[in-house]
């Protein structure tokens, strides 16, 4: 499961500046129809012009845990950020990540280091922004007021924040989804020209998020391995589907057109995606194989999470401005009974033993330690769908066998995979039917690359780890095989103060992180 460095040594070092645009979750079983059909020359004169591939995620392969890869050229065992949430020294509470939880040095500071300037935009968990030397505007979840770019006055002049994308709150209105994101798309690209021609730059960056948040609820339109494809991709939704992958390739040539012939010029995602129509609930899971137990609570905090009351909820919230002022709450944990939980709250792909002296509440003693994990593993395989017959997990890995690095004590004890069409997460009961959810992520994501020494054809499959690298090469920058190791693990620390804190979490839930 570790995937080794698969660039050619020819790729990078003649090019003169290096321009990345990262579309989150884009997957070639989606775009490769819609390039036969003619949706995407922009892309298609991309590839003729170079060459293309797959390029791996991490695991876990959520955005939290693959953008700080992408960024660090290092697994999540190497930079600490396992999932949206995160124990912090001397708190009980699992607490939002942020780019303070991300404990390796990021290519974007490297460069710095080396003089160079770096255009950073929109990667999620880049806030608090980096100080690099050039532009950064943060990703990801930020709070309200805060200074959200470096240098700090850059962010307004560029007309950002530009946020919004919570799919979850667009439940079953795909068209009205489909238009906020084309709205998002168009703006976070107008302000990458914007800084594309009046800055100086060695490398530049920009991630767009909308593919990733339109797959997880309208995948059956353009996926066609998806069983509801048949029908679904010949309905007018799925034109207006269609349509935003036409806008980001639009908008992709106005980017590339600001590149030069000697520039390395990069479309690549952090992950792909998947067709799902079933979903679990991994705690509910643990519940009824007897790891877990909840606390007292949850019945009500379920009813509100989850009930007509959540629904109803999250109108009354959008219209009265409080989307991500109010939280609600999630159903707590009876640590004193509970041997192991999920630690991957966003996608489900993280188990979590409850080991005395790591978690808080610490129940398994560490000589216990393998002997549990194992039997976790397997009634983890063995947990049964009772309505299809199938299993929902595919696969269970422990974390040695996916992860290195100083944070691999931190890591989730063992890595999930689902089985096909099922997500492991998103799920009120223990399993369900799939609703307003259509898509969940796999590790197989993109790359099309062109540019000084890139040749032609399908390139070798690649890691997401690869590209830290690949860019720093770009510049001119030397292969330096010990930037970015880190010998002793550090401590995460905050960024947000605690009413951010809430602020942040109810964001996640809106993106459909956090349940
Ligand atoms: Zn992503």
Known sequence: ???????????????????????????????????????LPVLAGLIEGGTRGVSRSCLPSHS?????????????GGHGVFDILEYRPGVTRRLPVSSKSILAPTWPERLSEAGRRTLLVNVPLTYPAPEIQGVAIAGGIIPTGAVYSHPAEVGSRLRWPINGGSWTTYRNRPVDLVEELEGLTQKRAEAMRTLLDAE??????????????????????????????AEASTSQVADRVRDLYRLLDAELGTLLERADDDDLVVLMSDHGHQPCTRAISMNKVLERLGFLRFGRGSALVNLLSWGRVRAVARVAYDKLGL???????????????????TSVVSTGEGVSVNLAGREPGGTVSSADYERVRGQIAEALLSFE?????????????????????????????LLLRPAPLYSLTHARQIVEQADWLSGDHRPEGIYAMAGPGIEGGVGPDISLADFAGLIAGGVGLEADPEWGKTETAAEPVGAYSDEEERLVEERLRGLGYLE
Request: hydrophobic share 40%.
């Open 1 to 39: 499961m570790r995937y080794e460095i698969g660039l050619p040594l020819s790729f990078a070092p003649m090019a003169n500046r290096v321009l990345v645009v990262g579309w989150d979750g884009a997957d070639w079983d989606i775009l490769d129809p819609l390039l036969e059909a003619g949706d």
């Open 64 to 76: 939290w845990a693959a953008w700080p890869t992408f960024l660090t050229g290092r697994d999540p």
């Open 200 to 229: 100086n730059w060695d490398a530049a960056c920009i991630v767009f998020v909308s593919p990733d948040r339109a797959q997880h609820c309208l995948l059956e339109y353009v996926h066609p391995a998806h069983p509801a494809y």
């Open 323 to 341: 989307h991500g002022r109010v939280a609600v709450p999630t159903a707590p944990i009876d640590w004193e009974h509970t041997t192991a939980y």
């Open 385 to 413: 769908d009772e309505v299809t017959g199938t299993r929902p997990i595919g696969e269970v890995l422990p974390k040695e066998d996916a992860l290195t690095g100083p944070y691999l004590d931190r890591a989730p004890d």
